[in-house]
């Protein structure tokens, strides 16, 4: 008999707890992830460099990078040592491609639509501090720009609980893509506390990670040494903020099944 999937409830330390998991779950495999990290990050600077359909392609595409990530980090939890061509093997499951592209898909149109939808109300006015002069006033844009950056964040949060744990709800159970938008946004709800908490440990971290930086550039360090330390920091912290998605999915879905068994 197939136990129904539910959405445990945790404690809002569950938040450090995902983190030292994942920090765990890293040093079981560093290179493996270290690879992934830089893989990622290639990929997403060079999107990047592509007007409109570069950035398109990597809002399409996060759902199944996630996926893969998740596979990646299941195998480090098994033991199972991870080898080149074992990244991209999860992709030909039968329908799991398709379905992490509509996934996709469904994450682009819903991005879209909150971007229009926050932008639109202060249109004018940023059409106003643009202004018919050649050269901007940027201050008086960075101001308008601010009412839509903030309602933008505040969709991106219900964006966020929506597809959160979608990617695996899809790849792994094959389930309708309303059925896992759903059981997403229950399980974020249900959870909110620890996330809360996971996010504000890792912005913390990556805050004081560049303000410590910032000190040390502002004590005399050379800036070409600094960049030289930021780089392989900032792939390292990827890395074991990839690791870290891996245990929230098992918490809260894998728990409450053993508890329902």
Known sequence: MTTPLQ????????GWSWIAQGIRLFRRQPMAMLFWSIATSFFINVGALVPVLGQTALVLLTPLLTFLTLCACRNLDEGVRMIPGMWLRPLQAPGVTGALLKLGLAYLGCSFVAALAAVLPFLSSMLDALGTAEQPDFTALAQAMQGPLMVFGLFYVLLSALFWHTPA????????????????????????????????????AFFGLH???????????????????????????????????????????????????
């Open 169 to 204: 709800l899809v790849g792994w159970h094959a389930l309708p893509l309303r059925r896992a938008l759903f059981y997403s946004m229950v399980a974020c709800w249900r959870n909110k506390y620890p996330i809360v908490v996971y996010v504000a440990t890792w912005a913390a």
């Open 211 to 261: 303000g410590l930086l910032d000190g040390l550039a502002a004590a005399g360090v050379s800036m070409a040494l600094l960049a030289w330390l930021s780089l392989p920091l900032d792939v390292v912290v990827t890395a074991l903020l990839y690791c870290s998605f891996y245990p929230i999915y098992t918490t809260i879905f894998r728990a409450s099944q053993a508890a329902s068994t």
């Open 7 to 14: 959405a445990a409830i945790l404690p809002p330390g569950a």
